[in-house]
Nanobody, 120 residues
């Protein structure tokens, strides 16, 4: 089995920073793309940022210049540094990873989410 566990969420005032972490564990052969998504109660889950195994990144327009995604392949970790936070960044943030359990089998996994609350 594979698990993704997020940490680092919490409460912060507008303009502040938070750093989210996500650890992948279990029967992992390799990890391809990893990413962060977020969801509020009245919206669908949306992409925040993704990063390939080679380090190429992609960001939602709403977070470009404020958020930075990174990963540590040796530790099977992905991070999201969030700066200049705004109230509209308030959401549950989910870690996602495309994980291969063997050379022939891979699937996408989701973490359970971590809540980020930004007050004005």
């Amino acid at each position: 089995q594979v698990q993704l566990v997020e940490s680092g969420g919490g409460w912060v005032q507008a303009g502040g920073s938070l750093r989210l972490s996500c650890a992948a564990s279990g029967s992992i052969f390799s990890i391809n793309a990893m990413g962060w998504y977020r969801q509020t109660s009245d919206k669908q889950r949306e992409l925040v940022a993704t990063i390939t195994s080679g380090g190429s990144t992609n960001y939602a327009d709403s977070v470009k210049g404020r958020f930075t995604i990174s990963r540590d392949n040796a530790k099977n970790m992905v991070y999201l540094q969030m700066n200049s936070l705004k109230p509209e960044d308030t959401a549950v943030y989910y870690c996602n990873a495309d994980i291969a359990m063997s050379a022939y089998v891979n699937r996408r996994y989701w973490g359970k989410g971590t809540l980020v609350t930004v007050s004005s």
